[in-house]
């Protein structure tokens, strides 16, 4: 017994817990009052029963009409979670950095697209699916231990290393060697659809159909592998790798057997993919993809199945559904900060005055700057819809608005920055010119770039998820244990 | 044989310049053990801050100050306003993590170098912006050997290169901060617990490191021209390398690195084709790291249990 005084836990990650641990303490972080009680009732429902009103969600949406552009974001969005489950087997499962993950995306494509075009010899080959696939995969899995091989010797982050020139290096491979079989950056054109047994698949519908199914079977097989020997071994591994060879675990193939799932996962995404698009072409693998696919898995969590395809499906449909239009992206804008004032900001007075204030400061500071100068909120808000005609007296959009725009990103980026760093009171105060100023760069910027706001919608989802909540949104926080 | 010195020279310029972002990339991963994927992006904010600054004085072709005053501002410039930044992602994106898994910081590594290209694109755009060197630096105005040719240019990357890596040299072996950087790159909590402001080193370290970058980043701008949000994307690849070809964490192994991947670049692309440049750049990091997983310079580390 401690003859020392009671001292309160110490701020910070918990050293010394272990992911048990971690989970209990998890279980009692629930929402208060009934919200805490909806959520209970969640999680009671099973991870089967969970997977099968998923797949039948995802089979019933198109019966509400989607338009071919829906219908379009829905299958890349499908594509993607499929890449991020066979991601998450490397990265989530046995914590190895793997980013050369999309030459294997890559890699599928290109072996579907050889195997079935008018590529290779003078009519070319044409091998129906239930052949091309089986192949495309088994190659993969090859590729996959060839690149894993180096893991064998490479600890940590040469792994990362390695593999991200393994996926550069694709690119370049494709881009340049062999022009007039890989077509160089030209790519393949004329793929054939997915064939078998005399029909094949033309239709959007059917490619979409045909992604519901192989998400919700591959979820379902890594389901029953997560629980198997192999994927406790994977998580033993990724946990201390010396305590798990000294359980006699054989860490380096169980690190290849890591590699290879995930590749085969990757190549059959591809396949669909190529086959679905009837072209691939060198740029449709590159980093911007891996970026995408990481995102998708951080958010919604390292280490579950679910909660990397629910993530990537999540990001996929904000990055290509949304972001597009700018009336939709003002409401994803302003109801996010809305959503992340209600949820963070507590108590409510502090909340009240917040918003309060914010309202204030935007009118009081359009009414300074008209008196000052007419130009200076000449274009009124970019964005459409009500949001634009709620915010006319609000924001101020001057006449020519790209230079104070940039200004005003680079103000928000330190005003950001200093937010985090200063204290709590000082943090209330600055909120208010912060989500003015966020306001502000949306209208005179964001709002008319939706290709590079995207991007950046990526990277901030990447850094802010890491820092605020690492476990994603389904996955279990982990914990360092002491070494 | 001349065609072999003048390759010769050209890859020594770039390698300098390889070996100055490695620098700082194997620096920060000395004290933090975190691949800063971001450190090619400094390079490219680097590269941008040069430009302005020229643009700032009247443009390339009419400079309304001398061109050495000029050459002093955009490194002053840039690498104060880089290192700033550098410490500014370390307190905003590594520190939270610094106790986290491993991978964590990784990843948002990987967010912040997307996340400053795109912005670059947001600010700059999408156009090639170009230095025009040759308008105020005579390129002709070099040392002529024979027929090479080792222009102004180049004199001044490997001059202020070789400055600059003899200086970081002394730092580190001989000030008392040096001493603390390789204390807590050999094992921070013991650096911690014998009184080292750990937190301090480490922005000293992201300081040091990202002034660097920014250097380089000017020093490219001279040197190839032109300057565009993606250039930092390929110039970490190759910084990474070059790191990872000396050895990790190892100083004069970054400098070695740099050298290697610049003659390698120089030379595949005089006498192969430049189609095949980065392949074979990175067909020779993998076979390094099979042969050497620490690097040529580099120690191998045992796994301490």
Request: glycine content about 12%; proline content about 4%; some cysteine.
């Amino acid at each position: 017994m401690s003859l020392d005084p009671q001292l309160p836990p110490a701020a910070g990650p918990q050293v010394g817990a272990d992911e048990w641990v971690a989970r209990q303490a998890h279980r009692r972080e629930y929402l208060p009052s009934w919200l805490g009680d909806a959520q209970r009732a969640g999680e009671r429902v099973g991870w089967w029963p969970r997977l099968a009103i998923a797949g039948l969600a995802g089979a019933l949406l198109p019966t509400l009409g989607l338009s071919g552009f829906q219908l379009q974001v829905g299958i890349d969005s499908l594509t993607i979670a499929l890449l991020a489950v066979g991601l998450n087997i490397a990265v989530g499962w046995a914590g190895m950095l793997d980013l050369g993950y999309i030459a294997f995306f890559g890699f599928g494509a290109y072996g579907f697209a050889l195997l079935s075009s008018a590529q290779i010899a003078t009519t070319g080959i044409h091998l129906p699916a239930y052949l091309s696939l089986p192949i495309v995969m088994v190659t993969a899995a090859l590729l996959g231990v060839g690149v894993g091989l180096p893991s064998r010797r490479l600890i940590g982050d040469y792994l990362a290393i390695v593999t991200l020139f393994f996926g550069e290096a694709f690119v370049e491979f494709t881009n340049n060697v062999a022009p007039s079989k890989l077509g160089g950056p030209d790519g393949i054109v004329g793929i054939d659809p997915i064939r078998a047994f005399g029909w094949q698949l033309t239709s959007n519908f059917g490619y979409y159909y045909l992604l519901v199914i192989i998400l919700v079977v591959v979820m379902a097989v890594l389901r029953l592998v997560e629980k198997s020997r192999t994927g406790r071994a994977w998580r033993a591994v990724r946990e201390d790798p010396l305590a798990a060879a000294s359980m006699t675990i054989p860490v380096n193939r169980v690190k290849l057997a890591a590699f290879a799932a995930g590749a085969v996962v990757a190549a059959l995404a591809g396949t669909i993919y190529a086959a679905q698009q009837a072209n691939v072409f060198p740029t449709d693998f590159d980093t911007p993809i891996l970026i995408l696919v990481y995102a998708g898995l951080v958010l919604g969590g390292t280490g579950s199945i679910a909660g990397a395809a629910l993530g990537a499906l999540v990001v996929m449909i904000i990055y290509d559904g949304l972001l597009r239009s700018p009336t939709e992206a003002g409401y994803l804008f302003y109801g996010l900060i809305v959503l992340t004032l209600l949820a963070r900001l507590r108590p409510w007075r502090r909340l009240a005055a917040v918003l309060a204030a914010t309202v204030a400061f935007g009118f009081a500071a359009h009414a300074i700057a008209k008196a000052i100068s007419a130009s200076a909120v000449a274009s009124g808000p970019q964005s459409g819809g009500w949001i634009a005609d709620a915010l006319r007296d609000w924001v101020i959009v001057p006449a020519n608005p790209q230079t104070p725009g940039n200004w005003g990103f680079v103000a928000l980026i330190c005003l950001l920055i200093t937010l985090v760093q200063v204290g709590n009171r000082w943090r209330t105060i600055l909120l208010v010119p912060t989500i003015y100023l966020a306001s502000f760069v949306w209208e005179t910027r964001l709002v008319v770039e939706p290709s590079i706001t995207r991007q950046l919608m990526i990277g901030a989802i990447l850094i802010v998820m890491m820092i605020a909540r690492p476990q994603g949104l389904l996955g279990q926080r982990r914990v360092e244990a002491l070494t | 044989m001349s065609f072999f010195f003048q390759e010769l020279v050209n890859g020594i310029t770039t390698g300098a310049l390889y070996s100055l972002v490695a620098l700082g990339f194997s620096m920060v991963y000395g004290v933090l053990k975190l691949l800063n994927f971001a450190h090619g992006d400094l390079y490219m904010v680097g590269a941008y801050i040069g430009f302005f600054i020229i643009q700032f004085f009247g443009g390339a072709a009419d400079l309304s100050i001398a061109v050495p005053l000029l050459l002093v501002i955009m490194f002053v410039v840039a690498a104060g306003l880089v290192g700033g930044l550098g410490v500014a992602i370390e307190r905003f994106a590594y520190r939270p993590l610094r106790d986290a898994p491993r991978i964590a910081p990784l990843i948002t590594a990987i967010g912040v170098s997307f996340f400053l290209e795109s912005s670059a694109l947001l600010l700059f755009g999408a156009q090639f912006r170009v230095y025009n060197t040759s308008e105020f630096i005579s390129l002709s105005s070099g040392i002529r050997i024979g027929s090479v040719t080792i222009d102004s240019v180049q004199i001044l990357v490997l001059v202020l290169g070789l400055v600059l890596m003899t200086g970081l040299r002394i730092l580190v072996n001989r000030t008392r901060l040096g001493k603390q950087m390789r204390a807590v790159a050999a094992d921070r909590e013991a650096a911690e617990m014998l009184g080292i402001n750990v937190n301090f080193v480490i922005t000293a370290t992201f300081l040091l490191g990202s002034a660097l970058a920014g250097i380089a980043g000017v020093m490219g701008g001279l040197l190839f021209n032109t300057v565009t949000s993606t250039i930092g994307f390929i110039v970490g690849l190759k910084a990474f390398t070059a790191a990872v070809v000396g050895g990790i964490g190892s100083i004069p192994g970054a400098m070695l690195g740099g050298l290697v991947i610049g003659l390698a670049e120089s030379f595949v692309t005089g006498y192969i084709s430049s189609t095949f440049t980065n392949l074979i750049v990175f067909g020779l990091l993998i076979v390094v790291m099979l042969v050497r997983p620490s690097g040529l310079l580099g120690q191998a580390q045992l796994q301490k249990v």
